[in-house]
């Protein structure tokens, strides 16, 4: 969700603690549920419909399904206890709009700048996980709303599978078309697609194998 008024920002929710620690903040969504399933329709269509019912019940804003424009897929990592094969899409919203969370599921939101969101997890402000900080860094690369929905979706990276590499202070993230991603050496000469997940700070990289 991403709105101009009064400046190009993002919507981030946060959810609400598990364990004793923060919630992570997170962008508006959750499960396709049975009645996001129809016929005709098919997985990504799914995913649109849920991604507007979940926005509408964790958030308080109505979307149109159609409105929303796919620019990444994500699928958790083998290794992980549960997998997620997630749909992210983008869309702008009136800047007016109120923002209503329950205090529970959610338990607040923030409208920021990108770049602010990213300065925020640097800080230790908020949590991002990283698909949500690999977005906010994309849309870092906009000041209207308009030219990332523009842009965006004519930019849609092949699904991100993770292959995840323990490092000094933290973890380096492969993804699909790094020239590492293949063989783990992250020290491969070619193209760049990956997370230095580090104690500080985190750091996308996305470079063809030409730079």
Same mark, same amino acid.
């Given at each position: 969700?991403?709105? /101009?008024?009064? @400046?190009?920002? !993002?919507? !981030?929710?946060?959810?609400?603690?598990?364990?004793?620690?923060?919630?992570?903040?997170?962008?508006?969504?959750?499960?396709?549920? #049975?009645?996001?399933?129809?016929?005709?329709?098919? =997985?990504?269509?799914?995913?649109? !419909?849920?991604?507007?019912?979940?926005?509408?019940?964790?958030?308080?804003? *109505?979307? /149109? #399904? =159609?409105?929303?424009?796919?620019?990444?897929?994500?699928? +958790?990592?083998?290794?992980?206890?549960?997998?997620?094969?997630?749909?992210?899409?983008?869309?702008?919203? /009136?800047?007016?709009? $109120?923002? +209503?969370?329950?205090? =529970?599921? %959610? *338990?607040?939101?923030?409208?920021?700048? $990108?770049?602010?969101?990213?300065?925020?997890?640097?800080? @230790?402000?908020?949590?991002?996980?990283?698909?949500?900080?690999? +977005? *906010?860094?994309?849309?870092?690369?906009?000041?209207? =709303?308009?030219?990332?929905?523009?842009?965006?979706?004519?930019? %849609?990276?092949?699904?991100?599978? #993770?292959?995840?590499?323990?490092?000094?202070?933290?973890?380096?993230?492969?993804?699909?078309?790094?020239?590492?991603?293949?063989?783990?050496?992250?020290?491969? #000469?070619?193209?760049?697609?990956r997370l230095w997940a580090l104690a500080d700070p985190w750091r996308y990289e996305r470079t063809p194998a030409s730079e």
């Amino acid at each position: 969700m991403v709105r /101009d008024e009064p @400046r190009f920002e !993002l919507l !981030l929710l946060q959810r609400g603690a598990r364990g004793g620690a923060p919630g992570p903040w997170v962008f508006p969504g959750g499960k396709v549920e #049975p009645g996001d399933r129809i016929d005709g329709v098919d =997985a990504a269509g799914h995913a649109r !419909l849920a991604a507007a019912r979940e926005t509408t019940e964790e958030a308080g804003l *109505v979307l /149109d #399904p =159609a409105a929303l424009m796919e620019i990444a897929r994500w699928v +958790t990592p083998a290794i992980s206890p549960k997998r997620f094969d997630t749909w992210f899409f983008l869309t702008e919203t /009136d800047g007016a709009a $109120p923002v +209503t969370v329950d205090g =529970a599921e %959610i *338990v607040a939101h923030r409208w920021l700048p $990108p770049a602010a969101a990213l300065a925020a997890h640097h800080e @230790r402000q908020l949590r991002l996980a990283p698909p949500t900080f690999v +977005t *906010v860094s994309w849309l870092a690369e906009f000041s209207k =709303a308009a030219e990332a929905l523009q842009v965006l979706p004519t930019r %849609i990276p092949p699904p991100f599978h #993770p292959r995840i590499h323990r490092v000094d202070e933290g973890a380096c993230m492969l993804y699909p078309g790094d020239a590492g991603y293949e063989s783990g050496d992250l020290d491969t #000469p070619g193209a760049r697609h990956r997370l230095w997940a580090l104690a500080d700070p985190w750091r996308y990289e996305r470079t063809p194998a030409s730079e």
